[in-house]
């Protein structure tokens, strides 16, 4: 098993949209609502941070100069050509702050370093069958440690670890026919706890897909939508729920658990004693690895552009439409729980065979009935694959640099 490391840029982060306070004692939740205005509308002059904030401007003038203290704020050429003096915007300094964010999945783990605009510097990838911890973990604590070093003289400027993992990592160990003691030893490991002990920065721990949700709130679809269902189709589907733009784990952390949504009802007392069928047997790439390896075919193509060609193709178009009607299922059950603006499918599949799985859910939804619903809308997300290891990489940033939502906030 060997790294492979490429580079890329993501989109920047749009977080929450909180209004100033000048209270008293409130410095470091107005420095981080400034932040926010700039991470969610761009480089800004004073003026504009002002009036976007509802804070003076003294005040806005005290915040930026700590800020370019900091070093998390840069001046910019100035704006001449308007009216009055010429202004000067300020921007996030992408060397401000970094965060590393590792996805460990059931068939590859991801190492991202993201900066203080949410960009990706660095990614790497380690492809498996399944994972094997004793071999796993010490390569995860060696990859950690080198991108921490690759930072240099900017090494402590990285505010935190964010690890995305599935809760039960040997769960549903049959169907991957694995060993029930191979499912145990995953199960008893704290994954936090032990890239904890590789670093001396604080790590957080999320569900893998609540983590991929957390990266579709900030930098995707959560943009515009405030209540979304999220479907994040990988080898186990899985799924996150967004309400008035805030992720919402309920009691248990079940909302979203959308893998175990049962398709069908259960049997009556005097009925069959086969359980019903649950979504993450139909719309999981678990499944069609399984039919490309019944022909002999590389399984590892349902996870990149291979699966639309031949002779893939045609497992691909019979798994579309099975998984499509299960997915189908799920968006009219959640729309009728939940009454949510819509229902946002994405997974580590390529982006063209998103879209085919999309069209065909569609398809699907028409053949529901509606009475007495609002049909949830449809849509794409937009983060793809990296979602799950960036939405692990925002969780520090966001800790560290967005103000809490829930306190201190002015109406808009």
């Not at 308007?82 to 300020?90: A, E, F, K, N």
């Not at 890239?195 to 959560?222: H, I, M, N, Y």
């Not at 809308?377 to 640099?401: C, E």
Request: with cysteine.
């Amino acid at each position: 098993m060997t790294p492979r490391q490429t580079t890329a840029n993501a989109a920047a982060p749009t977080l929450l949209r909180p209004r100033g306070s000048n209270h008293v004692g409130m410095r470091q939740f107005n420095e981080r609502v400034v932040l926010q205005a700039i991470r969610l509308n761009g480089s800004l002059p004073k003026a504009d941070l002002a009036r976007l904030t509802g804070l003076t401007a003294q005040t806005i003038g005290l915040i930026t100069t700590r800020l370019e203290d900091d070093q998390l704020i840069i001046k910019q050429e100035r704006v001449r050509g308007r009216i009055g003096q010429p202004s000067v915007p300020l921007a996030l300094n992408p060397d401000g702050a970094f965060a590393i964010g590792i996805k460990i999945g059931r068939r590859n783990t991801d190492w991202l370093l993201v900066d203080f605009t949410g960009q990706v510097r660095q990614r790497h990838t380690l492809d498996y069958a399944f994972p094997d911890s004793v071999t796993l973990l010490p390569t995860i604590a060696e990859r950690l440690q080198a991108m921490h070093a690759s930072l240099g003289p900017l090494k402590d400027r990285l505010v935190g670890v964010g690890v995305a993992a599935p809760f039960q990592m040997g769960g549903w160990h049959r169907l991957l026919g694995l060993s029930q003691a191979t499912s145990d030893a995953w199960n008893q490991i704290d994954l936090r706890a032990q890239v904890q002990a590789q670093t001396d920065v604080p790590v957080s721990f999320a569900k893998d897909t609540s983590a991929a949700c957390v990266a579709e709130l900030v930098q995707g679809r959560g943009r515009d939508l405030k209540n979304f269902l999220y479907l994040f189709v990988d080898t186990f589907v899985g799924g996150g729920l967004v309400i008035n733009s805030r992720l919402h784990g309920g009691v248990h952390g079940n909302a979203g658990a959308v893998a175990s949504l049962p398709l069908n009802l259960a049997p009556d007392a005097q009925g069959s004693a086969t359980l019903p069928d649950q979504l993450i047997s139909h719309a999981s790439l678990w499944e069609l690895e399984r039919r490309f390896e019944a022909l002999g075919l590389d399984a590892h193509a349902a996870y990149d552009e291979r699966a639309l060609q031949p002779p893939f193709a045609v497992e691909t178009t019979a798994w579309v439409t099975r998984a499509a009607q299960a997915l189908a299922q799920t968006v009219v059950s959640g729309t009728a729980f939940l009454d949510i603006d819509a229902v946002v499918i994405d997974g580590s599949f390529c982006r063209a065979l998103q879209g085919q799985v999309i069209a065909s859910t569609q398809v699907a939804l028409a053949q529901y009935n509606w009475e007495g619903l609002w049909p949830a809308r449809l849509t794409a997300g937009l983060v793809g694959p990296d979602a799950r290891a960036l939405g692990g990489a925002l969780m520090p940033l966001h800790a560290n640099f967005a103000p809490d939502q829930d306190v201190f906030l002015k109406t808009a």
